[in-house]
């Protein structure tokens, strides 16, 4: 199983990214995915969720409203559109998966890609 994140990248303060999961080697749409973040020095954050068909989400409190999670089942990704960009969003960013919407037992982890918003 792998899931490979992409889109990380260097972007200013207010800016926006699209981060990328392209997983293989799973039956997709038997799990839900999310994306957790780690900042250099800090625990790993959860921020955002969508179950398996996508019809829920759910967003960390620091993220709500500028995040938004959404899902490809037929080309077996999972998007992370951020907008409005702060300096306290920079971490490696990991896409994950689980077969609970609680997430209490993640199944499977991406390797990460670096997020680095300048002020």
């Not at 999310?34 to 068909?53: C, D, H, M, N, Y």
Request: glycine content about 12%; charged content about 15%; hydrophobic content about 35%.
């Amino acid at each position: 199983v792998q899931l490979q994140a992409s889109g990380g990248g260097l972007v200013q303060a207010g800016g926006s990214l699209r981060l990328s999961c392209a997983a293989s080697g799973l039956t997709f749409g038997g799990y839900h995915m999310g994306w957790f973040r780690q900042a250099p020095g800090k625990e790993r954050e959860f921020v955002a969720t969508i179950s398996l068909s996508g019809a829920s989400t759910n967003y960390g409190s620091s993220v709500e409203g500028r995040f938004t999670i959404s899902r490809d089942n037929a080309r077996y990704t999972v998007y992370l559109q951020m907008n409005s960009l702060k300096p306290e969003d920079t971490a490696v960013y990991y896409c994950a998966a689980s077969r609970t919407y609680d997430f209490a037992r993640i199944a499977y982890w991406g390797k990460g890609t670096q997020v680095t918003v300048s002020s």
